[in-house]
């Protein structure tokens, strides 16, 4: 059988690593048709949108995307492109596993989480009010004649949204998620001590949901305290379930205890769709260098090659990039802090992978 997928090498670094992965994915031998979308600057060059409506639609008829990376202006410019998507196409869950592969310079040994992120609600809800418009002077005067509290009239604001059914259905993802991955216990982040309306909404609806699972370990950690623990006892977690913002900070801690973003992989899924791309940006000062590790979007296609139902084919490659990253000999900088001169580019770590692949 041949998987449709649809394609989106992204910018920066993007178009470098999605080739890679792509070289991998079919020597497999597994059987794929890409369709090739172009979003970012360049679709706006082309299409007139950063997001034009025909990737959307490609990726509704696929079911399935392989993306790379896609720069967001920062401050100004355009909206992001990776939030629009989710958005747009109801992605509600972020799956993002953080392993140690023995041989990877890491800051603790026998990692395993799995951090589950919300991904279109909190603080990304793109509901924003700009410093000085009559918008941010109308809410700066409905907080007064509610709360009593005055606001600086140079404020901005960025809207932070937890829904009772969002969060129902992100923290039954994570459940779910365990039970059908044999992990033992769901931890919910949240900052619900201060935060009692948003937060302590997603708290009690997670406490309801873990009673549904009884053969799930629940409990909940607020944020910042869970950051710490992360870093000094990683071993006491299993899966994570966090809203938006959090779920993103604590994936990169994550990455971080396991090698860096060059080992950070991740899945945007609804109940029918699925894109899978790295953790990581799109890191414009790489563009082009054959330089960047492309071992997070590889480690994202082992996931869609399961998602896929191509089980064997998904071990078979992740057996072939931890062979590569173990034996240390065709692995790019950020795997080789000792002798980053030493480093292979990331065309040729492709190339060890299929030479694995092959052996
Ligand atoms: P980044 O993740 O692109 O890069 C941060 C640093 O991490 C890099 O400078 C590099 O040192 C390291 N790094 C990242 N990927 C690596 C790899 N594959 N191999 C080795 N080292 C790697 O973060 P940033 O610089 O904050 O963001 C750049 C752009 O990417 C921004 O426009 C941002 O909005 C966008 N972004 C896109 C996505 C996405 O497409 N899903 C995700 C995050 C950021």
Redesign the pocket.
């Known amino acids: 059988m041949t998987h449709q997928i649809t394609l989106i090498p992204?910018d920066?670094?993007?178009p470098e690593?999605t080739e890679a992965t792509r070289r991998v994915l079919e020597a497999t031998g597994v059987a794929f048709h890409w369709e090739l979308a172009l979003v970012g600057e360049a679709a706006q060059d082309k299409f007139g949108s950063v997001l034009p409506e025909p990737v959307l639609q490609s990726i509704r008829k696929n079911k399935v995307a392989l993306?790379?990376?896609?720069?967001?202006?920062?401050g100004s410019g355009f909206r992001?492109?990776?939030v629009g998507l989710r958005k747009s196409l109801g992605l509600y869950a972020c799956l993002r596993p953080a392993k140690t592969y023995p041989g990877a310079p890491v800051v603790r040994k026998e990692v395993d989480l799995v951090v589950v992120r919300e991904n279109i609600e909190g603080l990304y809800s793109g509901i924003e009010f700009k410093k000085g418009t009559t918008e941010a002077a109308r809410l700066i005067d409905f907080v007064a004649e509610t709360s009593g509290d005055r606001l600086g009239k140079d404020s901005g604001f960025s809207l932070k949204v937890i829904s009772e059914s969002g969060s129902r259905r992100i923290v039954k993802f994570a459940f779910k998620y365990a039970r059908a991955n044999q992990r033992r216990k769901v931890t919910a982040v949240h900052k619900a001590n201060i935060l009692k309306f948003s937060d302590g909404l997603f708290l009690s609806v997670a406490r309801e949901v873990a009673k549904d699972y009884p053969d799930i370990e629940f409990e909940d950690r607020i944020v910042d305290n869970m950051c710490m623990q992360l870093v000094q006892k990683p071993e006491l977690y299993d899966v994570l379930v966090a809203p938006n913002l959090y779920g993103d900070i604590l994936s990169d801690l994550c990455a971080g205890l396991v090698g860096?973003?060059?080992l950070a992989p991740s899945a945007n899924l609804s109940d029918e769709l699925a894109i899978f791309?790295?953790?990581?940006?799109?890191?414009?000062?790489?563009t082009g260098l054959n330089k960047?590790?492309?071992m997070?979007l590889m480690l994202s296609g082992v996931m869609m090659l399961r998602h896929l139902g191509e089980k064997e084919s998904a071990d078979r490659l992740e057996t072939a990039i931890a062979g590569v990253i173990a034996e240390g000999k065709h692995v790019?900088?950020?795997l080789k802090p000792e002798a980053p001169g030493e480093a292979a580019g990331t065309s040729q770590v492709a190339d060890a992978v299929i030479a694995r692949l092959g052996s």
Not at 67 to 74: C, S
């Open positions: 992204g920066g670094i993007g690593i993306k790379g990376p896609v720069t967001t202006p920062v992001s492109v990776n860096g973003l060059g791309e790295a953790t990581h940006g799109s890191a414009p000062k790489y960047v590790n492309p997070s790019t900088y950020d």
